[in-house]
Every structure is written in C-alpha cells, then in structure tokens.
C-alpha cells in the first residue's frame, strides 16, 4: 500500500524567510503532484512531476522530484504572507488515482 | 473557475438520509474521479470512472456508490448516513495522467 508522509505538518515562518516542505513515499511512482487548497476551499493545482529529476518553478515556489530517494520538495523563497495555505504532495499510485500526504498548513506572518 | 462544476455546494442532512452529490467535468475529460476529506482521515481517493466504466475503487464504504452517466456528468450516491460522513466531497477530472487532475470547489456535507 502507497503511503505518503509531508513533514512538516505545520509551518510558521516569517516573511522573507525560505523554507522547505518534504515528501516522501513508500513505492515507485514516477508522477507526483503538488497542490495548495485555501480553508474551506478546493484543491489548485500547484505543479505535476513526471519524471525523476524534474524541477519546476513558479513565482516563490520550486518544487522537484526524486524518485530513486522516493522524494519531493517544495522549497519557497523569500516567503510572503499570500502563501499561508495548506500544501498537499499527492504520489500517482501507478492506476491513475492518487495518495495524499497529510498536508503541510503554513501560516506566514509579518 | 477550475471547470470541474459540483452541486450543491452545501449539503445538510440528518442521520439515515441519502443524498446525491453531482459533478460536471472539464470538457473533453473523461476520467471522473471522487475524493472525500475529513479531518481525521485526510483526503482520501473513493472512486474513478472513465467514459461511464468503473475503472479504480479506494475507500468508498458499500453505502456509498457512483455512476457516470453518457453526458459524462457522475453522481455520488450517499446513503444511510452516519455523522462521520460529514465531509468535504471532491470531484476531479482528467483528461490523462500527464496533464495532472483538476479538482471541483466541492461539496461540504454535513449530517446532523
């Protein structure tokens, strides 16, 4: 059974700071999704990783994937209050549904 | 507006009813997949349907089914609920793996 762990669960950070969020997960998968979802609202894609290696980057955010070490982080830069949310890694099982880790809540103050 | 539509939006109901949630996909998306959240269980995958075919099944309790009909549109059927259905529903859809799941502003049940 594919399990996901993020660490941390919560994250308080100062603005300006950088920090990173962790991934990992228990069996091969070569596709893994980062999501932000807002209280009380849905899930917005962040970035998809298909390969090992990969690196994507958005604004503050870069995301990359190792799949050998079965790892995935989500490192943020210079952080600004418009990035509290909670953050979700979710790893493609191999059957096209997906396991979530529990989510990392950041709340990013002055 | 993520183009994935879920009705209602809010859903309060008493122990014992059954409710249908509905979820429109993008267009052109033919894989519908249902996902529920709660606080103690997480997000957590129910099931996947695929131009109306049953394709995946997760954690979806046998008091709760789907179907996705010929419009593509699904429906999550929902019954003798229990306070611990109390939960957000989401829908995603995709058109393939390679270009990621979009998800629905979801449908937040609550049981009383």
């Known amino acids: 059974e594919l399990k996901v762990e993020q660490n941390p669960l919560f994250l308080s950070m100062q603005e300006g700071k950088n920090y990173t969020i962790y991934c990992n997960y228990s069996?091969?998968?070569?596709?893994l999704y980062w999501y932000r979802q807002d209280p009380g609202k849905s899930l917005e894609s962040l970035f998809v990783?298909?390969?090992?290696?990969a690196v994507k980057q958005e604004g503050r955010l870069m995301a990359s994937l190792d799949t050998k070490a079965r790892l995935s982080t989500l490192h943020i830069t210079a952080a600004v209050h418009d990035l509290s949310a909670t953050y979700f890694c979710a790893v493609d099982s191999g059957y096209s549904t997906l396991t979530f880790g529990k989510g990392t809540m950041l709340l990013v103050s002055p | 507006d993520s183009g994935v539509t879920q009705t209602p939006k809010h859903l309060i109901t008493a122990t014992g009813q059954r409710v249908t949630l509905r979820c429109s996909p993008r267009s052109g998306d033919l894989s519908v997949y249902w996902y529920q959240q709660s606080l103690d269980q997480g997000l957590q995958f129910l099931i996947q349907?695929?131009?109306?075919?049953?394709?995946a099944k997760g954690n979806i309790l046998e008091r709760f089914s789907a179907q996705q009909f010929p419009d593509l549109h699904s429906e999550l059927n929902l019954s003798s609920l229990e306070l611990g259905d109390s939960a957000l529903y989401f829908c995603?859809?995709?058109?393939?793996?390679?270009?990621?799941?979009?998800f629905g502003s979801g449908t937040r049940l609550t049981v009383v």
């Open positions: 069996t091969t998968s070569d596709r």
């Open positions: 349907y695929y131009n109306g075919e049953e394709r």
């Open positions: 995603a859809s995709s058109a393939d793996r390679l270009s990621g799941y979009t």
């Open positions: 990783l298909l390969s090992n290696g």
